[in-house]
């Protein structure tokens, strides 16, 4: 259920994106891809270890570096685990076409889950503290900032 969006938009015979599983444990690894993608346009995909999958925001701003900013960030559909390690070119024609890198990885530590909020502190190469994310009443926008 977690993965069928994600598994229904992509052809794997022709992507190196992995199909991937649920898993049932979650080590609480984070990744921040850095997304070249044709439509969308650069923005960074904020990717958090929860329940067995990566629960997934695009941020076509970025994620905060400082206190004070708040940026945009859509919920995406839920991608599978094995998407920490992903990098490389999505082809031509495909959902989400384009560059991807690695922006920063590595573990966080959630501090607070509500069905509008979460708080979380990151502990990357590039980004560390503690950053929250506020859902808007509508759709799945929320509004990203780091709070410490």
């Known amino acids: 259920m977690y993965l069928k969006k994600y598994q229904q938009k992509r052809k794997f015979e022709e992507?190196?994106?992995?199909?991937?599983?649920?898993?049932?444990?979650?080590?609480?690894?984070?990744?921040?891809?850095?997304?070249?993608?044709?439509?969308?346009g650069h923005h960074h995909d904020l990717r958090l270890e929860m329940e067995g999958v990566l629960k997934s925001w695009?941020?076509?701003?970025?994620?905060?570096?400082?206190?004070?900013?708040?940026?945009?960030?859509?919920?995406?559909?839920?991608h599978p685990v094995d998407y920490i390690n992903f990098k490389g070119e999505i082809p031509k024609g495909l959902y989400g076409t384009g560059t991807v890198k690695i922006f920063d990885k590595g573990k966080y530590k959630l501090k607070e889950k509500g069905k509008d909020r979460i708080i979380f502190e990151l502990k990357g190469k590039k980004l560390n503290g503690d950053y929250c994310l506020i859902k808007f009443k509508k759709n799945k926008q929320w509004l990203i900032f780091k709070i410490k």
Not at 19 to 40: P, Q, T
């Open 58 to 78: 695009a941020a076509p701003k970025g994620i905060p570096e400082k206190k004070g900013i708040k940026h945009l960030a859509i919920q995406t559909e839920d």
């Open 15 to 40: 992507t190196l994106q992995p199909k991937g599983k649920v898993l049932k444990i979650s080590k609480n690894r984070f990744v921040i891809h850095n997304h070249f993608a044709e439509r969308a």
